[in-house]
């Protein structure tokens, strides 16, 4: 009878050691840059196994993977990536697509403003190249910055790991329309606390804000481009410090992970302050540890833009 029971108890443990084997975390889920990152983790939660690729602080435009890293991607089961912002994101989707991994990329399911373009949204333009295969003119990979755009992929990302994993389904289109409606609330504080200012114009950094000024009304001159690496010449540099002069700006916004020495620069030539505005391209351990999400970094935003475009006064 002992070992009759012993025999139960072994058996039943070993069961429910492989059960909770087989449901921890079975998907395995790369991103290229953080804001994919929170997406799915604000709607899988524990579900899946998340992999951020792009190290903490680190510029994506200039961040190559390790071999470990490749490897990392090579045994995800879906790769859910912004397009045009990881330089290494092309060279590693041929091997991807042989090993049968999914691909999304979120980039594909919003309306792209072109590099360069103020205010006007435009689909996303398609070509063919002499091999038959499609291209796409230049556009500002930075969508994520507008909370509506946001919006859209949470429910693109809930229903790509519904596709590989049925069974939560319904926990992932929960926690999606969760995470919209906390984005939806995000919008409206945007749109009314952004509403009535005094200037409607900005300087940042680099040029990953369009999307927000788009969606709020305001124009961005941005002191380098699409890549924050460029440095500006200076004839840009004094055409900026007169922009802010006519304009009446007096705070210039900078990004942690880019230089503030230009923009530093134009706030001494224009007795401006500077404030902090976060692209979320790469925040580092301390500033997620500060802010939390996405959302805590746009309410962030939020503050050094009411201050920058002096609203409510």
């Known amino acids: 009878m002992i070992v009759v029971i012993v025999v139960i108890v072994f058996g039943i443990i070993i069961f429910n050691s492989q059960d909770k084997d087989q449901n921890q975390a079975d998907l395995k889920v790369v991103t290229n840059i953080y804001p994919a990152y929170d997406l799915v983790s604000q709607i899988a939660k524990e ?15 200039d961040f190559e993977p390790t071999g470990k890293q490749i490897a990392e991607i090579e045994d995800a089961d879906i790769f859910i990536y912004f397009d045009e912002i990881s330089g290494w994101v092309d060279d590693v989707l041929p091997k991807l697509k042989q090993k049968d991994i999914r691909l999304v990329n979120l980039t594909d399911s919003v309306d792209l403003l072109e590099i360069g373009e ?16 499609k291209h796409h003119k230049s556009f500002d990979p930075h969508v994520w910055m ?4 946001m919006q859209a992929l949470a429910k693109v990302v809930a229903i790509e790991l519904s596709l590989l994993d049925s069974t ?18 995000l919008d409206t504080s945007l749109a009314k606390n952004l509403e009535q200012c005094l200037v409607n114009k900005i300087v940042t950094s ?26 500006p010449s200076p004839q840009k540099i004094i ?37 902090v505005l976060y692209s979320m391209e790469s925040p580092t351990t301390s500033q997620l540890e500060e802010f939390g999400d996405y959302v805590g970094f746009m309410k962030e935003n939020e503050k050094s833009l ?3 475009l002096q609203c409510n006064k």
Do not use: M
């Open 118 to 133: 103020e205010n006007e949204t435009e689909h996303k333009e398609e070509g063919v190249d002499e091999k038959g295969e």
């Open 239 to 275: 055409e900026l410090s007169k922009i802010v002069e006519d304009a009446r700006i007096n705070v210039i916004l900078f990004e942690t992970q880019v230089s503030d020495d230009f923009a530093k620069t134009i706030a001494n030539e224009t007795n401006s302050s500077v404030e």
């Open 47 to 61: 579900e899946v196994q998340i992999t951020l690729v792009n190290n903490q602080g680190v510029d994506p435009h």
């Open 206 to 231: 680099h040029d990953a804000f369009d999307y927000l000024g788009n969606r709020y009304n305001f124009e961005i001159f941005p002191i380098s481009g699409i890549d924050p690496s460029e440095e």
């Open 306 to 308: 009411t201050v920058a």
């Open 146 to 149: 507008d909370p509506q755009n």
């Open 168 to 185: 939560n389904s319904r926990l992932y289109e929960t926690n999606s329309q969760i995470y919209i409606q906390n984005l939806d609330l």
